[in-house]
């Protein structure tokens, strides 16, 4: 049986819950839904497990905090033996428009210290991330309050259209593969 490993972002704590640089905690919270799997406390994070067509697929959020990611992921790798080609890394991106998706196969941390702490705990920069659109609609200086801070009203109306879609290239990356994945979900 194939194995995955998916892993969302965030921050733990409730003053970082509902925050743009969660949402890959909130990607994985409308995952466990979907699926109808719980996560429980487990070591450097909450795991929750489901299968989807002969595929299991073990879910990850971090309790390391975002810039500390990479020591869960690859504990997590490690332990369950899961080819890196096989592992989907879910971030925020204040690069994208608010609710774009993106998924790339490889590439460098575009200055975000969680892929950065990734790369270095996997010793590579070859494997999937899934980059969710956060927008930048913040002054010089204002990066890390806008990154932590509450999704605006009208950002959070369409906010659940894009967890569904987001889920819906979750399920792809795994059933179909990077590349089909890529050519459907990119830019929409």
Not at 13 to 25: I, L, P, S
Not at 50 to 65: A, D, H, M, Q
Request: proline share 3%; charged share 25%.
């Amino acid at each position: 049986m194939k194995k995955y490993l998916v892993v969302g972002l965030g921050n733990i704590g409730q003053e970082y819950a509902g925050t743009r640089h969660n949402v890959g905690f909130q990607v994985m919270d409308t995952l466990a839904q979907k699926q109808e799997f719980s996560f429980e406390p487990a070591r450097l994070g909450d795991i929750g497990k489901f299968k989807i067509k002969g595929r299991s697929v073990l879910c990850l959020k971090p309790s390391t905090f975002m810039n500390r990611s990479g020591k869960a992921i690859r504990y997590w790798i490690e332990k369950e033996k899961i080819p890196i080609e096989n592992l989907l890394v879910i971030t925020d991106d204040i690069n994208l428009p608010f609710g774009s998706l993106r998924l790339k196969a490889k590439g460098t941390d575009g200055g975000h210290n969680g892929l950065r702490d990734i790369q270095e705990q996997l010793g590579t920069q070859q494997y999937h991330r899934f980059r969710f659109g956060i927008g930048s609609e913040f002054g010089k200086g204002g990066q890390v309050n806008y990154v932590l801070s509450p999704w605006l009203e009208e950002e959070n109306k369409a906010l659940g259209e894009r967890l569904e879609r987001s889920v819906e290239l979750v399920a792809s990356f795994i059933l179909a593969g990077a590349k089909l994945t890529m050519n459907q979900f990119n830019g929409t």
